[in-house]
């Protein structure tokens, strides 16, 4: 009789507390159809979206970032399976502003979505309706604020999410490569791993055009879904090899004792209701990185921006007097 008195106790706070209700991505007793009945969930502020660039508004206002000790490989601690994900800790002394932010904000951990390998994506923005393999969220808090006051306040998290690709001729990914080597050191739930300097914030993100970027306003992508983030979502992907993206699903476990793998942890995009999503790139803007042509009996090359507006310019011009 006792033990049935401490369980309907026990039920009872669970629902007076909704944030303390057992979630999960993949069962349908606990899975995100669920999530509507734990914390803001179901609110009208809701991440993540997907984002359409014709739709983007441009605003002059989106800045470069100020990036702190994004450079130091102390700053990174360990590397924690969590169950649902792996999250790196971050030491003080890391931190942002700029880019139309109020103040500094802190960053305090980063973490990764993913589907089951690289052909099933798993990231949770999507870009013109685009789904990839994987996403990466540094998560920042208004400077002076704990994660819990952060929830509390409109703004009072900021958000940082890279779009992650698959691509086997990605030169720069030695730090998702150091990563993927350690996830065999944090198989099971709770396992940890002191990464002791081995790597930098920098070096994962390694040829990401850190000024093209999108903003809106939105929420924590997992309960409570608290409605406190400024999200800023870079449009160019972090490349990496597909061995990379496929080790997550098949290294890491969700329990610290049965062998689940960790896959498809993402949430679906939300409506964007009277939200607006800014851009940092004006339309019409020339693009800022080299653009593959393939050229009749030359093969493929690769055309600065402003040789690839040239050479079509002249092509027209043939084309017209042919």
């Known amino acids: 009789m006792e033990s049935f008195l401490m369980l309907l106790l026990a ?10 209700a ?12 669920t999530w509507d009945k734990l914390g803001f969930c179901n609110g009208s502020r809701q991440s993540p979206v997907n984002i359409t660039e014709e739709l983007a508004v441009f605003n002059s206002n989106l800045t470069a970032f100020t990036f702190t000790g994004y450079g130091n490989t102390s700053k990174l601690l360990s590397l924690t399976n969590l169950g649902h994900t792996v999250q790196v800790e971050l030491d003080q002394g890391v931190s942002i502003t700029g880019g139309s932010l109020s103040v500094q904000y802190s960053a305090i951990a980063l973490h990764f979505h993913w589907g089951n390998g690289s052909s099933n994506p798993g990231s949770e923005h999507r870009l013109n309706g685009k789904q990839f393999p994987m996403e990466m ?48 050191n944090v198989t099971y739930k709770n396992d940890s791993v002191q990464l002791n300097g081995s790597l930098s914030i920098e070096s994962l993100l390694q040829g990401v055009n850190l000024t093209s970027y999108y903003r809106y306003l939105g929420s924590l992508t997992t309960p409570t879904c608290d409605e406190a983030v400024v999200w800023t979502v870079f449009k ?7 061995n990379v993206v496929g080790a997550f699903s098949s290294r890491l476990y969700e329990s610290d004792h049965i062998e689940t793998p960790i896959a498809n942890v993402f949430r679906t ?54």
Request: proline share 8%; with cysteine.
């Open 137 to 184: 969220h540094i998560v920042h808090t208004k400077q002076g604020l704990t994660l819990a006051q952060a929830k509390n306040d409109t703004t009072g998290i900021a958000v940082l999410g890279f779009f992650i690709n698959v691509s086997e001729e990605s030169t720069n990914a030695t730090g998702f490569e150091t990563i993927s080597k350690l996830l065999s």
């Open 236 to 242: 160019n992907p972090i490349l990496v090899p597909s």
């Open 11 to 20: 039920l009872h706070w669970v629902s007076l507390n909704p944030a303390s």
């Open 22 to 33: 057992v979630w999960c991505y993949t069962e349908p007793d606990c899975g995100p159809l």
């Open 269 to 322: 995009p939300k409506a964007l209701g009277v939200r607006e999503v800014q851009t940092s790139v004006a339309k019409g803007a020339l693009l800022t990185t080299a653009t593959p042509v393939t050229l009749p009996g030359r093969g493929t090359s690769l055309f600065p921006p402003h040789v690839l507006a040239l050479l079509l310019a002249f092509l027209t011009i043939v084309k017209g007097r042919g």
